[in-house]
């Protein structure tokens, strides 16, 4: 699996672009997702709420003017909806203009305070719209959300952020999930694309992904660009009837999203995953890691083609001292949301060439938005299995 080329991971800092507050209105911190404007100016965006599955998301974005290593205190994307909508999603940037950021996501109305977003016992996510936003001025302001229509019966699970193409187009992912309302019948297996073509003002979708199982699903699906013509996709895996992960899935499209080849497996148990293009084709995908002996984040390099994902090294990079939030441990299959204690990585490259991972953490020293700041060097010497991780920061 191991070439001359692969590429090894040095640390450079790690730390927190956001520390929770106990006494905070909404203490609980998820879904990081960072952007860098230029060489200094940094922006992250993330959600704050009551607690794991309360329905009450309202998006912040922190600053940093010194390329990560300090942060401003988070400020509401759009406090007139927070008592009216509880909002999720990511932020993303524009491949034509640095300033010019998207916020793709969901919303859900809150009907009443303190209900829950989420029903474990269905995997069921309360009935909600799929939205898109913009801001022209790096995230300074900010269009109200504007509705996608779906193309198909569900809840919209769609944390992952919106990917625009050189060319402009953009192309955002989402699962569609059972709602509250049992009588909707819902086709989960699968991972849907919506695609918008640059200068036009309406949404397609294609079916990115394909799960041959009915009874298998997705979550935290990305999409990214990797050459011209080559667009890759990939997503947590699991059996809700089961319980159980199965290898994250991907597929790739060559021709702008509009179809997708087979839905591969990476080889890869993670569960929520983030992706990062490379040089030459190459994709960097950082995933979670709860259900193994060494709970944490891990860091894959990989090759994907029409014939599969092309792994090419595996690592971890960061390892938790804990899985779960209670001293029992669940499944760790989505289902046992509420019980997660990290998750929801993100990768962003920075214009020096090092790249920021970000995520959420409930662990003991800490809760809040950490960072880990490393180098992408190339290796001829270690392979995968080489590579011991430390108890934080791997190398």
Request: hydrophobic fraction near 35%; charged fraction near 20%.
């Amino acid at each position: 699996m191991i070439s001359p080329d692969v590429f090894q991971f040095e640390p450079i800092s790690d730390g927190f672009i956001h520390r929770c507050s106990p006494g905070a209105n909404k203490p609980v911190a998820m879904c990081s997702r960072c952007v860098a404007l230029d060489r200094d100016n940094l922006v992250a965006s993330f959600m704050v709420h009551t607690d794991l599955m309360v329905n009450d998301f309202a998006p912040v974005l922190c600053r940093s003017q010194d390329g990560g290593q300090s942060w401003s205190d988070p400020e509401r994307i759009w406090p007139h909806l927070e008592s009216s909508f509880s909002i999720s999603g990511s932020i993303s940037q524009s491949s034509l203009d640095s300033k010019h950021l998207f916020y793709y996501g969901s919303r859900c109305p809150i009907d009443t305070p303190g209900e829950a977003s989420f029903d474990p016992t269905r995997d069921a996510i309360k009935d909600n719209q799929l939205i898109w936003a913009e801001s022209t001025d790096g995230g300074n302001h900010w269009t109200d959300p504007m509705v996608i229509e779906r193309p198909i019966p569900g809840s919209s699970e769609a944390p992952g952020p919106i990917c625009c193409l050189a060319n402009g187009d953009l192309i955002g992912c989402y699962v569609p999930y059972n709602t509250f309302d049992p009588d909707v019948q819902v086709q989960r297996n699968q991972v849907m694309a919506m695609i918008r073509r640059h200068g036009d003002q309406s949404w397609t979708h294609a079916r990115a992904l394909d799960f041959k199982t009915p009874s298998d699903s997705g979550a935290e699906s990305w999409v990214v660009q990797l050459t011209n013509r080559l667009v890759f996709a990939a997503s947590w895996h699991f059996s809700y009837d089961q319980g159980v992960d199965r290898p994250n899935a991907c597929a790739v499209s060559e021709d702008g999203g509009e179809t997708w080849g087979p839905t591969c497996s990476t080889g890869i148990m993670g569960q929520s995953l983030a992706l990062l293009p490379q040089a030459e084709g190459r994709v960097l995908m950082a995933y979670n890691q709860r259900n193994h002996e060494r709970p944490g984040i891990g860091l894959a390099l990989a090759q994907p083609s029409a014939d599969g994902f092309g792994l090419l090294a595996d690592t971890m990079i960061w390892r938790a001292e804990r899985n779960t939030r209670a001293d029992v441990v669940g499944n760790q299959s989505m289902s046992d949301f509420a019980n997660f204690a990290f998750g929801e990585p993100s990768l962003t490259a920075l214009t020096d060439g090092s790249v920021l991972l970000t995520f959420w953490s409930l662990q003991p020293q800490a809760e809040g938005i950490r960072y880990l700041h490393f180098q992408v060097n190339k290796s001829v010497e270690r392979s995968s299995s080489d590579r011991s991780p430390s108890s934080e920061v791997l190398a």
